[in-house]
């Protein structure tokens, strides 16, 4: 037994948008971003943000583990889409965590997600530390080229540690190389080079040697090199700065879902676990306003995790999207006519939200303790019509229940920001049905018996109070390994 990284997981969203469609969107205006319209970036779909995407990403690092022993949770973003409520408490709920547990949101550094790692690891607590990003972007800017929206999730606390921590180092400095403002909600960059001499060469290498000599390590024991950098090859330079082979610096996945801003050192840290062996060495850095490293040994137990989507199951989870407009759309980059029937007011009352919090944000259905039937959602009388037993419901989550579909509809009539809009009734295999929305799903595809997997979402958005309503939808069980 030991203190370490239990457990760890990633999401990604399934569209993922073609550079080449932005470049040929916005060639006419800047004819250099032709030089950059190679691979793809992951994109939310309209109903995803950085609190669906820190769900599910935790939801794939505590795949087949006891939840009741995650004693705290921190939610690390840059892109909350609320400034005053407490997005770690959103996803404690979904994740139908203990009421009890200490939740935390940190933010305002794209370092966020490896100080909050380093923070969990000086406790004692089973922590899960999730981060999520979803940065707007002007039109035609390179930072619309360069970000990608995702997630990751570690857990750790005491137990069968995949890898342990070694040591780890902070500096703090106040380079401003890029920042947004309640004024300007789109990133202000400063010049590449002064970025890169001025910020990343004076600042990392220090840190990163003061973690290996805290660690007693050398620089070419260092197996793998995590270190999220948007401009070229700076990743490359901070090792050769430093001693680390070159060999070790790990793929920044650029090409295939873009960087995801503060969640992108832990995605990164996702893709070196599922690819390591016991002994090897990780170095994770996370540069913004200063430096954080933290070293971490792979251990034997990384041979023993449980099958999981992970960061390579959701690479291959993927649709190209070619319309620029959509994700334009998506992202409220342009203003859409929408038609009288988008004007249903959407007000949701909070006392209600609060009465029916189990079965809206955590999913939890019924148990007949009597029959054994399930339902949803939990009612005072069993379903079951050889039953009727009354005040016999425990909760059951219904959220991990793989289901199929008995019946579908795709609708154009009523409004839908992705039309058409896609529902119909799931009839779970250990029984219970609900009549739930539909996501990341073609309507070409949908048929009776399809199997389908429950994931959280945006159900819809007050645009008159800016309140964003969450609950469940089913997707295609592809989406699970």
Request: net charge neutral; glycine share 8%; hydrophobic share 45%.
């Amino acid at each position: 037994m030991a203190f370490g990284i239990l457990a760890f997981g990633a999401y990604l969203p399934r569209l993922r948008l073609s550079r080449k469609a932005i470049a040929d969107a916005n060639g006419w205006f800047n004819p250099a971003l032709k030089s950059q319209g190679k691979g793809e970036r992951a994109m939310c779909n309209w109903d995803e943000d950085v609190v669906t995407m820190a769900v599910e990403a935790g939801r794939d690092a505590l795949a087949e583990r006891d939840r009741s022993t995650v004693a705290a949770i921190r939610f690390a973003s840059t892109t909350f889409p609320f400034l005053d409520r407490l997005h770690a408490g959103i996803a404690a709920e979904a994740l139908a965590l203990n009421t009890e547990i200490a939740a935390q949101d940190v933010a305002a550094s794209q370092r966020a997600a490896t100080s909050a790692l380093a923070s969990a690891f000086t406790g004692k607590e089973e922590t899960l530390i999730v981060a999520a990003e979803q940065r707007r972007a002007r039109s035609a800017s390179p930072v619309e080229m360069t970000t990608g929206d995702g997630a990751a999730a570690i857990l750790v606390g005491e137990g069968e540690a995949v890898a342990k921590l070694l040591a780890s180092a902070s500096r703090t400095a106040d380079f401003v190389d890029h920042y947004r403002s309640l004024d300007n909600p789109f990133d202000y960059q400063w010049e590449e080079r002064w970025i890169r001499d001025a910020g990343y060469s004076e600042i990392v290498p220090p840190t990163i040697l003061q973690c290996l000599e805290k660690a007693k390590r050398k620089a070419s024991e260092v197996t793998h090199f995590c270190m999220p950098a948007v401009l070229p090859r700076v990743a490359a330079s901070m090792a050769k700065a430093t001693g680390i082979p070159e060999a070790a610096v790990r793929d920044n996945f650029h090409a295939v879902c873009g960087e995801t801003g503060a969640a992108h050192p832990l995605l990164m840290l996702v893709g070196a676990l599922e690819e390591s062996k016991p002994a090897d060495l990780i170095l994770l850095v996370g540069f913004g306003q200063g430096a954080d490293a933290l070293l971490l040994e792979v251990t034997d137990a990384i041979k023993r995790q449980p099958k999981r989507l992970g960061l390579k199951g959701h690479l291959k989870r993927r649709k190209e999207e070619t319309n620029y407009n959509k994700f334009l759309a998506f992202n409220d980059a342009i203003n859409l006519e929408r038609g009288m029937r988008a004007e249903a007011d959407k007000l949701t009352p909070l006392s209600a939200l609060w009465r029916n919090r189990e079965t809206v944000t955590s999913f939890m259905g019924g148990r007949c303790t009597k029959c054994g039937t399930l339902q949803f959602p939990r009612t005072n009388i069993c379903v079951n019509p050889n039953c009727n037993a009354m005040h016999t419901q425990e909760p059951h989550p219904f959220a991990d229940e793989i289901g199929k579909i008995n019946s579908y509809t795709a609708d154009r009539l009523t409004y839908s920001p992705d039309p058409p809009a896609c529902y119909g009734m799931i009839q779970f295999d250990a029984g219970g049905r609900v009549m739930i929305d539909f996501t990341d799903v073609d309507a070409g595809d949908l048929a009776v018996g399809l199997p389908m997997r429950m994931m959280f979402r945006i159900k819809d958005i007050d645009q008159q109070r800016g309140f964003r309503r969450y609950f469940w939808k089913a997707a295609p069980a592809g989406a699970k390994a």
